[in-house]
């Protein structure tokens, strides 16, 4: 079936350093949603992206869209300690609702 | 308001038990989920409701059923559990298809 892979799977930076996550699919995505995990936590929404080459910011955090539509990327800019966990891209049906999820990236960040 | 409650947090279920995961929220949100995440997996779904009275499969609905008697509750039913489905298991909602989700807190379940 339809899935993204996210890459790379685990991250470890200084702290102050960027981070980049991607996830590219095969085929064309109609939106792709962001969600961050901390360790023993549950999933929570970022941001959703859904017009071809979009691109949205939080504070340090930058999401983009390809102009196919086929991959994102969430960069954060000067990690801090409280960006550590697991960032999930995901994408869905707007009839369903039903998201179909990436493995993620871990991210580690030394203080 | 609470969001997407889940109880019971944690669970230890011998092989060949049953037991029923609650879901509740309070947001009035038509649709529901529920995932499973295996350690350093990502979230598989299991099963989704997009209103009462209407349930559908996911990508992983074996050993599972549900029920959406309201729009508040989504409980999810183990039957026969099996190590298999030693997991954590995640509720979540939304307000529409294409919006982001609320998830509870989550269930972990071991079945020994």
């Known amino acids: 079936g339809q899935q993204v892979m996210q890459i790379p799977q685990y991250q470890h930076v200084q702290e102050g350093e960027d981070f980049t996550t991607y996830c590219n699919s095969s085929?064309?995505?109609?939106?792709i949603q962001w969600y961050k995990q901390r360790p023993g936590g549950h999933p929570v929404f970022l941001i959703q992206l859904v017009k071809s080459g979009e691109v949205k910011k939080q504070k340090r955090l930058t999401f983009q869209f390809g102009e196919a539509k086929k991959n994102s990327s969430l960069h954060i800019t000067a990690t801090q300690t409280t960006d550590v966990g697991t960032y999930f891209c995901?994408?869905?049906?707007?009839?369903?609702?039903?998201?179909?999820f990436g493995q993620g990236t871990t991210l580690q960040v030394k203080p | 308001n609470a969001g997407v409650t889940q109880t019971p947090k944690f669970r230890i279920l011998k092989i060949g038990q049953s037991m029923t995961l609650q879901c509740t929220q309070d947001?009035?949100?038509?649709?529901m989920y529920w995932y499973r995440q295996d350690p350093g997996m990502g979230l598989k779904l299991i099963y989704y409701?997009?209103?009462?009275?209407?349930?559908d499969k996911g990508e992983v609905p074996n050993g599972y059923n549900v029920s959406r008697s309201t729009t508040e509750d989504f409980p999810l039913r183990l039957e026969l559990a099996a190590p298999s489905q030693t997991s954590v298991y995640f509720c979540?909602?939304?307000?529409?298809?294409?919006?982001?989700?609320?998830f509870g807190s989550g269930t972990r379940l071991t079945v020994v």
């Open positions: 409701s997009v209103g009462a009275g209407i349930t």
């Open positions: 979540a909602s939304s307000l529409q298809g294409n919006y982001g989700y609320t």
């Open positions: 995901a994408f869905g049906s707007s009839n369903t609702g039903k998201l179909i």
């Open positions: 947001m009035n949100h038509n649709y």
């Open positions: 085929t064309t995505l109609s939106n």
